[in-house]
């Protein structure tokens, strides 16, 4: 059974956290950019303050102790629209968009898609523009510390639940003893990476302002920009491969960037199978890429075809969707390629999107398996992932995982298809949104303007599919789930 009153109250903390983040883009607007667009963040602000305050009182007495496992999927899927639609509110007031194409651009922050609704970027207040660049970054961190800081106070252990929305034998590790201590150190990391990544574009040439915005995305594998030009808008190689590194810490799991910090050894980066391969995929897809480039002279110089094609390779694969030199007008086969490696994903527990290295690498292993067992009927065969026997239970939850990522693309580019895009626009809209990628190809290829209303409704829901991984949202909607 549903507890509701449980799930509201709960639902105040999420209002709370998006009402402070209004109410400080208003000071900002006033005392530091000066702007003029301080009254569309504080009176949205001031009015979800107030919301958050009354749910918190008439619903004090609601037990959290009774909350269940059904309380903690209808949790994570509701917070993530409802917080989607609140974003919006600022979004909406400052650029005029219609209501539907604000919660898009929301939902796009905050799940870190980076598919966007706006153009003319540059003409735009800064507060609005790093408002914009922060939804992204508070997406990211709540991907890699939402499950194991929130929903602990539902009764459901953090890292019980990111097993199951990532399965693999390394999610049964924690990486202190307390949930809570695990929570505050995947913060650190997130923040330390962050400054990290701001110096860096600072030093790089990028303005103070511009590396911060961009640290925001960067890191939380994001892909928003404060330019139409995304990256290229500096025009300097630098500062793409600085873009390089960072958008792959971001996709590496961030637990393992605690255990390489708190051991102090670089090694521990190579001896994890997940990274390792997530870095053999990038040079393997880099040089295919670079020759694609090479032999349709779309580029004649050699070192600046794979600086390109590296920066964009490590764009799609981390889901981060950054963009340079007009990667939408090179040859098709390239387009097709990048859209591929965008389902590919990241690394498990990092806060990139797409299917995940380690389900690629388990369902690489699941393939040679049954062609080995098909050789050698009689033969027993087990697979291992980083010395671990990996239990059938494990195998089929990615299989089905496998099987809804691609049903889900496939409905999904039907219904676009239904509102009139094209098939190669209505696909890689779809595959931008569900892997929480952001760029797409054809009529979408430069923002999604084109797409109607009812589309982008469509996108918007792809987008909280995707991010939350599909069984999470699936399961809503399932007879077992709401029975007693």
């Known amino acids: 059974?549903?507890?509701?009153?449980?799930?509201?109250?709960?639902?105040?903390?999420?209002?709370?956290?998006?009402?402070?983040?209004?109410?400080?883009?208003?000071?900002?607007?006033?005392?530091?950019?000066?702007?003029?667009?301080?009254?569309?963040?504080?009176?949205?602000?001031?009015?979800?303050?107030?919301?958050?305050?009354?749910?918190?009182?008439?619903?004090?007495?609601?037990?959290?102790?009774?909350?269940?496992?059904?309380?903690?999927?209808?949790?994570?899927?509701?917070?993530?629209?409802?917080?989607?639609?609140?974003?919006?509110?600022?979004?909406?007031?400052?650029?005029?968009?219609?209501?539907?194409?604000?919660?898009?651009?929301?939902?796009?922050?905050?799940?870190?898609?980076?598919?966007?609704?706006l153009s003319d970027l540059d003409g735009m207040p800064p507060t609005f523009l790093l408002y914009r660049q922060f939804l992204q970054w508070m997406g990211g961190l709540g991907i890699?510390?939402?499950?194991?800081?929130?929903?602990?106070?539902?009764?459901?252990?953090?890292?019980?639940?990111?097993?199951a929305e990532t399965p693999g034998?390394?999610?049964?590790?924690?990486?202190?003893?307390?949930?809570?201590?695990?929570?505050?150190?995947?913060?650190?990391?997130?923040?330390?990476?962050?400054?990290?990544?701001?110096?860096?574009?600072?030093?790089?040439?990028?303005?103070?302002?511009?590396?911060?915005?961009?640290?925001?995305?960067?890191?939380?594998?994001?892909?928003?920009?404060?330019?139409?030009?995304?990256?290229?808008?500096?025009?300097?190689h630098l500062l793409l491969w600085i873009s390089n590194l960072f958008m792959i810490a971001g996709a590496v799991n961030f637990g393992l960037h605690f255990r390489v910090a708190h051991k102090r050894s670089i090694r521990g980066y190579y001896d994890d199978e997940e990274t390792r391969y997530f870095i053999y995929i990038i040079m393997v897809l880099t040089a295919l890429l670079t020759s694609l480039l090479l032999l349709k002279d779309t580029y004649t110089n050699t070192l600046e075809a794979f600086s390109f094609s590296m920066f964009h390779i490590i764009?799609?694969?981390?889901?981060?969707?950054?963009?340079?030199?007009?990667?939408?007008?090179?040859?098709?086969?390239?387009?097709?390629?990048?859209?591929?490696?965008?389902?590919?994903?990241?690394?498990a527990g990092s806060t990139a999107g797409g299917n995940k290295i380690i389900r690629n690498i388990i369902v690489a292993k699941i393939i040679n398996l049954n062609i080995k067992q098909t050789i050698h009927p009689r033969a027993i065969f087990t697979i291992k992932y980083q010395g671990i026997s990996v239990t059938e239970d494990i195998r089929h939850a990615i299989m089905a995982f496998m099987t809804f990522a691609a049903g889900s693309s496939l409905l999904f580019t039907l219904l676009l298809m239904a509102t009139g895009l094209d098939f190669w626009?209505?696909?890689?809209?779809?595959?931008?949104?569900?892997?929480?990628?952001?760029?797409?190809?054809?009529?979408?290829?430069?923002?999604?303007?084109?797409?109607?209303?009812?589309?982008?409704?469509?996108?918007?829901?792809?987008?909280?599919?995707g991010r939350l991984e599909y069984f999470t949202v699936f399961a809503l909607f399932t007879r077992t789930f709401w029975q007693k």
């Open 1 to 117: 059974m549903i507890n509701w009153r449980v799930t509201l109250r709960l639902l105040a903390f999420p209002i709370i956290w998006m009402a402070s983040v209004q109410l400080i883009f208003a000071a900002l607007s006033l005392f530091v950019f000066k702007d003029r667009v301080v009254t569309s963040f504080i009176a949205p602000g001031a009015s979800l303050f107030f919301i958050a305050l009354l749910l918190l009182i008439n619903l004090r007495k609601a037990n959290l102790a009774k909350a269940n496992f059904r309380d903690a999927l209808i949790y994570a899927t509701i917070t993530w629209a409802v917080i989607g639609i609140l974003g919006a509110i600022p979004i909406i007031l400052v650029t005029d968009v219609s209501i539907v194409d604000g919660i898009f651009e929301s939902i796009s922050g905050l799940t870190t898609t980076g598919a966007t609704i």
């Open 144 to 163: 890699v510390i939402f499950v194991v800081a929130i929903l602990p106070m539902l009764n459901v252990g953090g890292m019980k639940l990111l097993k």
């Open 169 to 236: 034998p390394i999610k049964d590790e924690k990486l202190t003893p307390r949930v809570a201590s695990t929570a505050h150190y995947l913060w650190g990391v997130y923040l330390t990476i962050t400054l990290l990544c701001t110096l860096a574009y600072y030093v790089g040439g990028m303005s103070f302002y511009d590396a911060i915005a961009h640290a925001f995305t960067t890191v939380s594998t994001g892909g928003f920009s404060t330019h139409d030009a995304s990256m290229w808008y500096y025009q300097s």
């Open 315 to 347: 764009s799609f694969i981390t889901s981060t969707g950054f963009g340079a030199a007009g990667y939408t007008d090179w040859p098709p086969v390239a387009g097709f390629l990048l859209v591929f490696v965008g389902y590919l994903g990241g690394c």
């Open 425 to 465: 626009s209505a696909f890689t809209a779809v595959a931008a949104c569900v892997n929480v990628l952001g760029p797409g190809f054809g009529e979408v290829g430069s923002n999604f303007q084109p797409v109607t209303d009812t589309g982008t409704l469509i996108l918007s829901i792809a987008m909280i599919v």
